[in-house]
């Protein structure tokens, strides 16, 4: 159940489902190497079986040239697993991380968004990190992109903000666009989504991109 006030913020109370008993047998090889991203949420990373499965599809995804990927889900999750997260990313395990920004600062103890910032870029390939109205900023090496927010009428629900931005970044990024067509394209989604009730966007995503030039 997702409860929702006035402001758009949510509070979600959750039940997890089959999600708990995932693990390593699971795991379709064909699927883990044939993806070009696989991604994960920060969550799965409760269960202990859920961990072996994500970790085995990760060696399936890199030893056939392919990418995985990670949100930290919440700064919660990251207080419990902090350690293993900044080890899955300095140890390549996870190539792309998103996060927002109190997630981020979460994971490196600090106050400061731009410590946190110059912190993991140095320990993961790409990080995406959202800041809401302030749109989002996408760190690879030395270089950073800057992404506005997508302008919007009313928000209305912040469930899934997160997600589309994610859903349009790897869009973008499996076809080979600039980091900015990337972060733009997930600006979009999750500009999109946060004007509705729900999570699932009721606007056909690829027409939009198309009428805002993104495609």
């Not at 379709?28 to 499965?53: C, I, N, Q």
């Not at 992109?145 to 970044?169: C, H, K, M, P």
């Amino acid at each position: 159940m997702i409860f929702v006030t006035p402001d758009g913020e949510r509070s979600m109370n959750t039940y997890l489902g089959a999600c708990v008993e995932l693990g390593p047998e699971d795991v379709e090889a064909d699927k883990a190497s044939g993806a070009a991203v696989t991604y994960f949420e920060g969550y799965l990373w409760d269960p202990p079986r859920a961990k072996e499965a994500i970790r085995q599809t990760a060696k399936l995804a890199h030893a056939a040239g392919r990418e995985v990927s990670m949100t930290l889900s919440d700064s919660f999750c990251v207080d419990r697993y902090r350690d293993e997260f900044l080890d899955l990313m300095r140890s390549g395990t996870v190539d792309i991380v998103f996060a927002n920004s109190h997630e981020i600062k979460s994971l490196y103890q600090t106050a400061s968004f731009d410590e946190a910032l110059a912190r993991i870029r140095r320990d993961c390939k790409i990080a995406a990190v959202t800041r809401s109205e302030k749109g989002s900023v996408i760190v690879r090496g030395d270089e950073t992109v800057t992404i506005n927010a997508t302008r919007i009428r009313e928000l209305v629900d912040t469930t899934s903000a997160g997600d589309l931005y994610a859903a349009g970044f790897l869009y973008g990024y499996t076809q080979g666009r600039s980091l900015k067509d990337c972060g733009d394209l997930g600006s979009l989604a999750a500009g999109l989504v946060i004007q509705q009730i729900g999570p699932r966007p009721r606007q056909n995503l690829r027409r939009e991109a198309e009428q805002a030039g993104l495609l």
